[in-house]
């Protein structure tokens, strides 16, 4: 059974950090490019960052540029999501969500990605 688990969320005021964490299972995990969306009621589902299947390639949406980290740890099966400088837009579910080779760390398709997690939220007061 394909699992993607995410954890971390919670409530934070503007300027603070949150990590975010996303643990899978069930399907080959190294073969597989990762990425965060995040997604606000009444509102599309919005790619946030994208990492390669080795972790060394890394792409972010330009809102989060310079104050959001993806990483990976492919030991683990996990994917990380730090996040700084948090603004009350910032605020969403997020979840992990998982693309199969051939892939790109700027993969930001929806479409594209086949596993899902069942989202974390994110909270962020002004």
């Known amino acids: 059974q394909v699992t993607l688990v995410e954890s971390g969320g919670g409530s934070v005021q503007a300027g603070g950090s949150l990590s975010l964490s996303c643990v899978a299972d069930?399907?080959?995990?190294?073969?597989?490019?990762m990425a965060w969306f995040r997604q606000v009621p009444e509102k599309e589902r919005e790619w946030v960052a994208g990492i390669s299947t080795d972790g060394r390639t890394t792409a972010y949406a330009d809102p989060v540029k310079g104050r959001f980290t993806v990483s990976r740890d492919n030991a683990r099966r996990q994917v990380y999501l730090q996040m700084s400088a948090l603004k009350p837009e910032d605020a969403a579910t997020y979840y992990c969500a998982a693309t199969v080779i051939p892939c790109d760390a700027a993969d930001s398709s929806e479409s594209g990605f086949k596993y899902w997690g069942q989202g974390t939220q994110v909270t962020v007061s002004s």
């Open positions: 069930g399907f080959i995990y190294g073969m597989y490019c």
